[in-house]
Structure formats: structure tokens, C-alpha cells
């Protein structure tokens, strides 16, 4: 089975040791995994995610920049929209991620990415203001958990003056964060199918208690859902809680990719594994894994509520977006 050798870790690593930028474009085959067992898409899995893990990690401690983008392929295409030929849908599948990424001719895209960042820094800074202690996570699909939050995580951050400005992620709609590690409770089921290693994954759901999966809910999947909680410690808590709003441009395409960079951006969604920035001296608030895994929970009549510092509980989403 394939593996990450350590001359390709070593190779990569010296590129970014001597401050290479890196961006990685990935083209999918949705597909390509269906006959493999779930233990052959699990080693898949864990290959694509310690080349990122290299690369965020580079990003983290010596402020490299970094970029992941899919490109279309023609079995992706066909599977996006089959009513269509080969060439018809590869053309439809280019234009539909180029209007996700607010590509178009008559846009000046750096300026157009600029404004964007900043609305989007504006809401984290507004979610920042109102110090909240925690997220409580609704929906009639049976989503019911509590998240903690710290008083370290904040969604919104002001990059100092002497380093390059990137977006780490296009397309992307979230404001994000990292939850307290043993703060997560209750109950969430998936939104959107969950890829990995290119075998789908659908309607599965996670148990909490006391930060941990202690349930894996799932008529398929299930070994492989129960695999990628057990890679190693922290790889059953939670190192990320992402807020999209269910109107997002990708959520209103009305289209699922069966990609998590691109789906995740159609909804609230939550990740298993590493938090998002350093946890060195912090393992005891921010949870640290080998990977890092989002999926999506967000839904059109998603309620989620913050707990202030006085103890009395707002509304931050209704019926799937923002009040605040």
C-alpha cells in the first residue's frame, strides 16, 4: 500500500526550510476508490494528508505561503453532471469552481479577494468581540452539541505588517476557530458526504463526551470512520469549528462536489484532529493528531446559540446564517 516515503518528506521539507511558497492543485476521480477496501482507502487518506501536514506545518512555523485549489478532471465533470458529454461537462465544471472562486472578466480578482477577506475579518472580529464561552449546535436532522471555546480561540487575526498575505484555501467562505480539546458534548450528524482516500462516506454521525468520539454512527463506513478516530490520540477530539453560512454561494449552486475543500464551504462544519494553529505548550487546551479531517453539519434550518460570560445564551445562526 502506498505510504509517504521520507525522502519525499525530506525533499518537500527542505523547499519550505528555504521559504518556497507552495501550491498544490488537486484534480479528483470521485470514483477511483469505489472497489477499494476501506483499509486501502484509508492508507490513501493518510498519504495526501501528511504531504499537507508538511505544508500547514511550514506555514505555522517559518510563515510559508500556501494554497490548495481543485482542478477539474473529466471523470469528476461527468460525475457533477451526467446529463452532459465529456468536454460539455469539463467546460461546466471549470466555469461553476471559477464562479466559486469570484473569477470572472470583468473582476479585478486581487481586489475582489482583498474586500472579501476583509468581510470576512470583519465577522470574526465581531464573534471575537462577544467572548463567548461556547457553541450550542442545533438542526432537526438530530445535531444537538455543545462546543467549548477558549479564551485563545478567536476567528478573526491581523497578520503582522511583515508578512505576505495569503489565502490558504480557494474557493472558502469560513470564519474559523480551535475549540477547547475536552470541551465538545452531545451529538452531530454529517450534512454532505465525507471523502477520503476517494472512497464517499454519507449520513454518519458523532458522539461526544468530554471532547471524544465515543460513538461512531454509521450504516456504511463505519470501519472506516472508527479507523481514521483511532489514528492516534487526539485523532477523536476536535481541533476546529467552522462557521458557514448556509446561504454561501457554493451551498446555493445547489451542487455537491463529493470534495471536502469545496464542500466544506457550503455549511457549518467541524473538524476531527489537529487544532488550527500551534499547540506546542497548549496540549492541554488544543488538540494536536497527525490529521486534521473537516466535515460538514451546517443545514438550511441550523440554530446555533453563544454562551456569554455571564451565562446567558444569543443567537449567533438561525435558520442556517448569521444574526449577529
Known sequence: ?????????????????????????????????????????????????????????ASREKHCQWCIAMVPTYEWAELMF?????HAALEKLWDTIFKLCYLTEDNDIVQVWKEKNERTRAQGKKLDALNLKAFHYTASNGTDLTVELTKYSKFSFDRPADRISFNANMPTEEVCTSPYKYGTNGIVYSSRPLILGGKKVDNFGFRFEKGKVVEVIADEGREMLESLVNTDEGASYLGECALVEYSSPISQSGLVYYNTLIDENASCHVALGRALGPTKGMEDIFNDS????????????????????????????????FVI
Not at 10 to 25: H, P, S
Not at 35 to 52: K, L, P, V, W
Open 82 to 86: 451526467p446529463e452532459l458529454n465529456a
Open 1 to 57: 500500500m502506498r505510504r509517504i516515503e521520507n525522502w519525499e518528506i525530506e525533499r518537500y521539507q527542505k523547499a519550505l526550510d528555504e521559504g518556497a511558497c507552495t501550491i498544490r492543485l488537486e484534480g479528483v476521480n470521485p470514483k477511483l476508490m469505489e472497489d477499494a477496501t476501506e483499509a486501502e482507502a484509508n492508507a490513501i487518506f493518510a498519504y495526501i494528508d501528511n504531504m499537507r501536514n508538511i505544508m500547514r506545518k
Open 290 to 321: 497527525t490529521i486534521h479531517i473537516d466535515f460538514m453539519m451546517g443545514t438550511a434550518d441550523m440554530s446555533i446559540d453563544g454562551l456569554q460570560e455571564d451565562g446567558t445564551w444569543i443567537p449567533v445562526f438561525r435558520n442556517g446564517d
